[in-house]
């Protein structure tokens, strides 16, 4: 059982220079939460996951557990969008998932038989198991999905970062994420999910974030997700039925 710790982000900013900045984000998330980040194209999904993974420079407080983030980046696992990764590169599906497993043996230590086994019950567990071996561009989108989700799980993670994890993915693909996210907040794990895809917030989130370059609202789906908050979110850019 992985211990569970709650996010805070305090007045939180994140800048590319002059081309995109946003500011003021503040919000806490507590163990088993599954958080929706929604918004319109350039909002600051994607660029808030990446700061909470320590990917791009903040300011403000990002905390977990109380204690700032970069202490605790081990426990912060980051699934990407799949066009930012490079699947040319020459590393098998089970090169990808170890690479979750670096960090907790620490970069200068080798992966040892304990770490392969995790490894590839992470893969046996999303249906990729016997397929460890195979170089990463000789799987469909949705399974080159999978093996970052099972990077993710052996990290044992106290939060887990999805960046538009239902892009371009098929009907099983979809219902072994929906699978994962709930066994990762059944187990106290906090999940953060950027999607365009509203019905999935209503469906499989416990709480939305509304982000328009500033954070517009936060809080249970329940009460969030309501029809003023979306119009406050999008703008004309969606429709809303009540």
């Not at 170890?98 to 590839?120: H, N, P, S, T």
Request: with cysteine.
């Amino acid at each position: 059982m992985t211990e569970t710790a709650g996010l805070e982000l305090v007045d939180v900013g994140v800048g590319y220079g002059r081309v995109f900045h946003m500011h003021e984000i503040s919000l806490a998330a507590s163990p088993g939460d599954i958080v929706g980040l929604i918004g319109p194209n350039g909002s600051g999904k994607s660029t808030l996951l990446k700061a909470i993974a320590g990917v791009i420079p903040h300011s403000g407080e990002i905390l977990l557990g109380g204690e700032g983030i970069r202490s605790r980046a081990s426990r912060v696992a980051f699934v990407p969008q799949r066009e930012e990764v490079n699947w040319d590169f020459p590393v098998s599906a089970l090169d990808v998932v170890l690479m979750g497993r670096y960090r907790e043996a620490g970069w200068f230590r080798r992966v040892g038989g304990d770490d392969r086994k995790r490894a590839r019950r992470a893969l046996e567990r999303l249906g990729l198991g016997g397929m460890g071996g195979r170089h990463i561009s000789q799987f469909s989108g949705g399974q080159q999905q999978r093996i970052f989700l099972a990077r993710a799980m052996v990290m044992e993670p106290q939060v887990v970062l999805l960046d538009e994890p239902f892009t371009g993915i098929d009907a099983e693909n979809r219902a072994v994420f929906h699978e994962a996210i709930r066994d990762f907040a059944a187990s106290g794990v906090i999940v953060l999910m950027a999607t365009h895809d509203l019905d999935e917030v209503t469906s499989t989130c416990s709480h939305v974030c509304c982000l328009n370059r500033r954070l517009v609202a936060f809080g249970p789906t329940a009460t969030t997700y309501t029809p003023e908050i979306l119009r406050a979110t999008f703008g004309g850019q969606v429709a809303v039925f009540a």
